[in-house]
């Protein structure tokens, strides 16, 4: 009679070969979906830009949109309805968007800060389009004048 199974040092041996794999692969995989996110929040803020100054250019004197939901209104809006709730968490790829304009139209900026350990970067993007990021103490900030701090982001 034959008796089939594994042994326990046969079931010791794969279990340590996987954990050994596992210990390898898994912060690779999290480093690959924070740097998907920050490649997301920039492309977002880009497209933010481009919606900006396109709804600017309709305005008669031009200004800035007021708010975000100015932006995503209307029969053809300038941004997808999803903007609407990137204030608040879960935000869009797991970063906050804060939007602030100055009382004439004529200076803004929106703010990506992290909302957990998927971002690292902050980043600020203002009415020159320029997109400023920075981590800590070198975080950029937002105000309705424009960013403020931060190193501008080459690219």
Same mark, same amino acid.
């Given at each position: 009679?034959?008796?089939?199974?594994?042994?326990?040092?046969?079931?010791?041996?794969? &279990?340590? *070969?996987?954990?050994?794999? =596992?210990?390898?692969?898994?912060?690779?995989?999290? $480093? +690959?979906?924070? %740097?998907?996110?920050?490649? &997301?929040? *920039?492309?977002?803020?880009? =497209?933010?830009?481009?919606?900006?100054?396109?709804? $600017? +250019?309709?305005? %008669?004197?031009?200004?800035?949109?007021?708010?975000?939901?100015?932006?995503?209104?209307?029969?053809?809006?300038?941004?997808?309805?999803?903007?609407?709730?990137?204030?608040?968490?879960?935000?869009?790829?797991?970063?906050?968007?804060?939007?602030?304009?100055?009382?004439?139209?004529?200076?803004?900026?929106?703010?990506?800060?992290?909302?957990?350990?998927?971002?690292?970067?902050?980043?600020?993007?203002?009415?020159?389009?320029?997109?400023?990021?920075?981590?800590?103490?070198?975080?950029?900030?937002?105000?309705?004048?424009?960013?403020?701090?931060?190193?501008?982001?080459?690219?």
């Amino acid at each position: 009679m034959v008796k089939k199974g594994f042994t326990l040092i046969e079931i010791a041996i794969v &279990s340590s *070969i996987l954990g050994t794999i =596992a210990v390898i692969a898994i912060p690779g995989l999290l $480093r +690959a979906r924070v %740097n998907a996110n920050h490649s &997301s929040v *920039i492309s977002d803020l880009r =497209a933010f830009s481009t919606a900006n100054e396109m709804y $600017r +250019a309709q305005q %008669n004197p031009p200004a800035f949109a007021p708010d975000v939901a100015t932006l995503t209104a209307g029969d053809v809006p300038f941004l997808d309805s999803s903007w609407n709730g990137a204030n608040v968490a879960p935000g869009r790829h797991s970063y906050t968007f804060t939007y602030s304009v100055d009382a004439s139209g004529a200076a803004f900026s929106v703010l990506a800060v992290p909302i957990n350990t998927m971002g690292i970067n902050t980043y600020c993007l203002d009415q020159t389009a320029v997109i400023f990021v920075g981590t800590g103490a070198d975080a950029p900030t937002g105000t309705a004048a424009g960013c403020t701090g931060g190193t501008p982001l080459s690219g």
